[in-house]
């Protein structure tokens, strides 16, 4: 068992939000430990039953906003299968929540806990066969949908 504490800030001034959070991630397996300071919600969870990203798009999916990095990647021009990519980047790396690539665009898009090692995902993508030019922006940005 692997645990892991984080802190995610997320939407201000609501206090139903931060009830609705506890109670819901309360009743998921590999969340250990939560409490509210403030606006940010401190987590512990077991990475070998839940990962960040989940417990993220899980936040997300109720139309709570979360404060994450998000980083652009310029890619090489070859195919990308994005979904099967990001899939096994959330599984091999904890704190990324989602990669994005809209259609015909050298940018790839990354959303992550904000203390998330970028070399150890710009690593696993290399070994992925994706060819990582270089960071356009790397950014804490506010979010408020998850990927549909």
């Known amino acids: ?15 139903d939000c931060m009830d609705l959070i506890l109670k819901s991630l309360s009743t998921i397996d590999g969340v250990l430990l939560m409490k509210f300071f403030d606006n940010d919600l401190v987590i ?6 839940i990962k960040f990203g989940d417990i993220a798009e899980f936040i997300l999916s ?14 090489g021009g070859e195919y990308v299968n994005v979904d099967q990519v990001s899939s096994m980047i959330v599984d091999s790396v904890d704190g990324v929540v989602y990669l994005l690539r809209e259609s015909n665009s050298p940018r790839l898009s990354i959303l992550a806990h904000p ?3 970028l070399n ?16 356009v922006n790397d950014e804490v940005t506010y979010i408020l949908m998850a990927q549909s």
């Open 62 to 75: 109720m139309g709570i906003g979360l404060f994450l990095r998000k980083v652009i990647l310029n890619i």
């Open 1 to 15: 068992m692997v645990e892991v504490t984080r802190s995610v800030r997320i939407q201000a001034g609501c206090r």
């Open 115 to 117: 203390d998330t090692d």
């Open 44 to 49: 512990t969870y077991d990475t070998d039953r």
């Open 120 to 135: 150890a995902v710009i690593n696993e993508l290399r070994g992925l066969g994706v060819n990582v030019r270089g960071i």
